[in-house]
């Protein structure tokens, strides 16, 4: 059973560019969370999906940040007209649609950096 | 939300156990206790969860006392391999966003 998966692993763009990561969920998860971790520091959540829903988008910039997890395909986090301060590395995490506590399975990260 | 509180830094040898502390005083009825581990470069990997007592795996255990205001997760004989962040994260099993706080960095050295 394959992991989360997550394309890029490396992002390079110049500000003012969009930014698309992508994020494949294990098989037969159907919940989809987003963070981003700064250098040295803690991983921040950032947005909440089910299969076409955003369910808690609460610690994703209201401004230029968007996220989707279609019924086919991946779950896509897209940042438009980058800058600087968007450098991160960016984690995705899926979990069970019925599971019995609160365990999340990450991927590989995409680290993204804006020059 | 429960806010956690563990030593940012510790120093180990290969071969010894290891106990990382992790407070968490305004833990609630419903929240789970839950460690990660994050290496360099890599997503965070669960390692344990518990609720009360005493909790084991074939990687670590998890110790927590009858009041639930603090847990210790439990490597035994570290090996280099195990030099990495550890995560304490507590929260509502119903709670999707996890919490990471800046986790304590082990240092195992030869």
């Known amino acids: 059973n394959a992991g989360v998966m997550q394309n890029p692993r490396h992002l390079v763009r110049r500000r003012g560019q969009e930014a698309r990561l992508r994020c494949s969920p294990m098989k037969g998860h159907s919940h989809v969370y987003w963070y981003r971790q700064l250098p040295e520091e803690g991983l921040k959540f950032m947005v909440y999906?089910?299969?076409?829903?955003?369910?808690?988008e609460s610690g994703m910039p209201k401004e230029r940040f968007s996220a989707e997890f279609p019924k086919e395909g991946p779950s896509i986090l897209r940042i438009q007209q980058v800058v600087r301060g968007d450098s991160a590395a960016y984690f995705c995490?899926?979990?069970?649609?019925?599971?019995?506590?609160?365990?999340?399975?990450f991927g590989p990260g995409t680290r993204l950096t804006v020059l | 939300l429960a806010k956690t509180t563990q030593p940012i830094s510790m120093d180990s040898y290969e071969g010894q156990e290891v106990n990382i502390t992790c407070s968490h005083n305004n833990i609630a009825t419903n929240d789970y206790i839950t460690w990660y581990q994050q290496f360099p470069s890599q997503g965070p990997r669960f390692i344990i969860q518990g609720y009360k007592t005493k909790v084991t795996n074939e990687v670590a255990s998890l110790f927590i006392p009858a009041d639930r205001k603090s847990s210790t997760l439990s490597l035994p004989r570290v090996s280099l391999s195990d030099t990495a962040v550890y995560y304490c994260l507590v929260g509502d099993t119903g709670r999707r966003a996890l919490t990471f706080g800046s986790g304590t960095r082990l240092q195992v050295q030869p």
């Open positions: 999906l089910q299969k076409e829903n955003i369910i808690d």
């Open positions: 995490a899926s979990s069970p649609s019925r599971p019995s506590t609160d365990t999340q399975y």
